[in-house]
């Protein structure tokens, strides 16, 4: 009797020099699949740009690839897939495969925002031709399905990161060293429209006015744009981009972490907060509602409505309020995350005839 073998899985990721967001999500997924199955074989298939100089499995010039004729980018993606029974593709920016897929969409926000990029050529096609897609909330399937036709869409929320089970509050020592004020507002990621930096600049004096000594600490990048808007304000304080622990540690000893995103496909920043036990302040919208859930203070997308539940959150949420939020936030776990992956994989291979 032959050797019934396992479903071999490719797992096509994104690289990049400096890893961020979605890249670091897509690592713990690999990181949780990889984990002893019977019959799954997860291989990584990770991809990057040839100006990057990451070490990669596959390099391929993405940006001429995206451009391409459709006939052209499934040859690229039957040479880069090769090996994978099923390919679960974690960016659309990669090439199609010319087998069965399963894709993960995280949001359309570079149809939403000029500065976010470019959607690819053909991503609506491969969409309505996907066995599956994959989106981390309601908010990012719904919004899927009004614009195109996925077959099934299924929503897998994205798991916290283990590093923030290990925060630590900084000593006075290392708040001296950094110029940190004794309690602080933590705005963590990026500057492009979505981010809406601009509600909260307007928001911080109002906050500033009522506690001059409390201050507002932004990581992320350097942009011009949060540049431009918050230096020369006051107690507030630009650090750039850090490194993960220290972003860690920083989440870790805030006073609030504020998320003003008028569109989120998830939302990681607030859930790394709560995990911390550190009170949230989102906008309610996109994903953020669903996301925190009670367990954050939801406001308008309104200067005083932002500026209000900042204050509102130096004064103390609720200590059940937050230990429940850190609950939550804590069992969204990778590995709950991978066994949600692997049903997928094993449901699709069932319709489609494969060996699982």
Known sequence: MATRTALTIGLARRQSDSPMGQELADAALLAGLCEETTDLNVIDISITGRRNAVASSRRIPLGRVAASPWPVQLAVGRLAYRGADLVHRL????????????????????????????????????????????????????????????????????ALDPVFLKGRSLTRQEREALGLPQRWVLHSGGASIRKNLRLLAQAWPIVHRARPEVGLVLCGPPDPRRTSQFDGMPNVHLMGKVS???????????????????????GLPAQEAMASRVPVVAVAAGSLPEVLGPHGSLVEDDTDALADGILRALDGLSADKLADGMAVARGRTIQLMAEAHRDVYRRVARELGLRA
């Open 91 to 158: 960016d659309l920016q990669l090439p199609p495969s010319l087998g069965p897929e399963i894709l993960t969409v995280r949001d359309l926000a570079p149809l939403r925002f000029s500065d976010e990029g470019n959607f690819p050529k053909h991503a609506g096609r491969a969409i309505s031709r996907a066995a599956a897609v994959i989106c981390p909330s309601e908010f990012s399937a719904g919004e899927l399905r009004s614009m195109f036709e996925p077959a099934t869409v299924y929503v897998i929320p994205d």
């Open 244 to 266: 993960r622990s220290q972003l860690v540690d920083l989440v870790t000893s805030s006073a609030v972490v504020v998320v003003p995103s008028r569109y989120e496909g998830y």
